[in-house]
C-alpha cells in the first residue's frame, strides 16, 4: 500500500499532493488530540474519566475514518 501510495503520489498533481499532506496531516492531528485526552490527567476541561475516555476514543476512531475515507476516494 505504501508503494502504490509512493508511486501515486509522483503521477499527482501540486494540488493533489498538498491535499495528501492535509490529509495525512489532519488524521495525525485527531489522533494525537484523541491521545491527549485519554491519558493527560489534568486536562484543562473538567471532564469525569469515563466521558474524556469516550470522547478520546470517539476522536480516535473519527480520525481513523476519515483516512479510510481520504483514501478510498484517492483511488
Known amino acids: ?4 501510495l509512493i508511486e501515486n503520489s509522483k503521477k499527482k ?4 499532493r498538498f491535499l ?3 490529509g495525512i496531516l489532519f488524521f495525525l492531528i485527531y489522533l494525537v ?3 491527549i485526552i485519554i491519558f493527560w490527567k489534568k486536562f484543562p ?7 474524556r ?3 478520546g476514543v ?3 476512531v473519527y480520525s481513523f475514518l476519515r483516512f479510510l475515507r481520504f483514501f ?3 483511488k
Do not use: H, R
Not at 498533481?13 to 493533489?16: F, R, T, V
Not at 476541561?45 to 466521558?51: D, K, T
Open 20 to 22: 495528501l499532506v492535509i
Open 1 to 4: 500500500m505504501l508503494k502504490d
Open 58 to 60: 470517539l476522536l480516535i
Open 53 to 55: 475516555i469516550a470522547f
Open 13 to 16: 498533481s501540486l494540488k493533489e
Open 72 to 74: 478510498n476516494a484517492n
Open 45 to 51: 476541561i473538567v471532564m469525569q474519566p469515563n466521558y
Open 33 to 35: 488530540l484523541g491521545l
